[in-house]
């Protein structure tokens, strides 16, 4: 298996230091973010300036494996999901530029404002073109496992309706916090279908909010999910998703990305 991380653990970072850790850290690969804010790749440059990043983490010995995509598909407005397919295609195109495989997308929160049935379709509808475009340039659009997307019975349900290019980023300890299922109990419903994997860790507060702590060292079971993909012969990413974006308390990616590594490397 494959070590990478997300660039949301390292929100001031420019491409070149990200390239220039990444590559002497002994990363295989990183997941970039892309969004309008600019950080750390806006999803309006050209398919050229794409080509251009993925040669630059290339030199350092590394590679953008996946773009991290904003898009998501839970809209009742088809204007809006029309817009987010629209985008979605776009960064696949860039993904493809940039050398990455994948491209992480939200199909987003039913809850009470749909059936499932229809979360489903509509959904659908707007997927189906990125699958059908991922396997012609070899992009695959992947669903985070989030939301109401916890549940396998949704996801293969929705990979149906697509009917083929769709697959699953599997972010075991949000589905785990969701669900309370376990690794491998979540592994058996997503089986053959996960593209790669989100890994973080915490620990759940007296007040019930989840603490992020250092991998390996929370309640979150990454042991578990390591070793059933390890049965099962998966050389996947694992990709730390070190939220310091969102949680700017967190230790700095200069102390967090290597423990990350050493601790991952104690499991592999």
């Known amino acids: 298996m494959k070590l990478a991380f997300s660039t949301l653990g390292c929100p001031d970072w420019t491409l070149e230091q990200i390239a220039e850790f990444a590559g002497a850290s002994g990363f295989d690969g990183v997941e970039l973010r892309t969004h309008d804010d600019g950080r750390h790749l806006s999803p309006k440059v050209s398919v050229r300036q794409a080509a251009k990043v ?84 070899g992009v695959t659009p ?42 491998r109990e979540q592994f058996r419903g997503l089986q053959g279908t996960i593209l790669y994997c989100h890994v973080k860790d915490w620990v759940k507060g007296p007040d019930g909010k989840h603490r992020y702590v250092p991998v390996g060292s929370g309640q979150v079971p990454v042991r578990e999910a390591v070793q059933v993909l390890k049965e099962n012969a998966l050389d996947l990413f694992l990709c730390f998703e070190h939220e310091k974006m969102w949680n700017p308390e967190l230790p ?17």
């Open 142 to 183: 992947g669903v985070e496992t989030h939301d109401d997307w916890c549940d396998p019975a949704n996801v293969r349900a929705l990979q149906e309706k697509v009917g083929g290019g769709l697959g699953m980023v599997w972010d075991f300890p949000n589905a785990f916090a969701l669900t309370g299922k376990g690794a």
């Open 252 to 268: 700095e990616p200069e102390e967090a990305l290597p423990g990350y590594v050493a601790f991952m490397r104690t499991i592999l």
């Open 54 to 137: 993925g040669r630059l983490f290339a030199s350092r010995g590394t590679r953008v494996f996946s773009l991290s995509s904003y898009t998501r598909f839970d809209s009742s407005d088809p204007r809006e999901l029309a817009a987010n397919r629209d985008m979605l295609l776009k960064v696949m195109d860039l993904a493809k530029a940039a050398g990455a495989d994948f491209v992480r997308t939200f199909a987003g929160e039913f809850g009470n404002r749909k059936s499932r049935e229809q979360a489903v379709l509509d959904a659908a509808e707007y997927l189906a073109p990125c699958g059908a475009r991922g396997r012609e340039i």
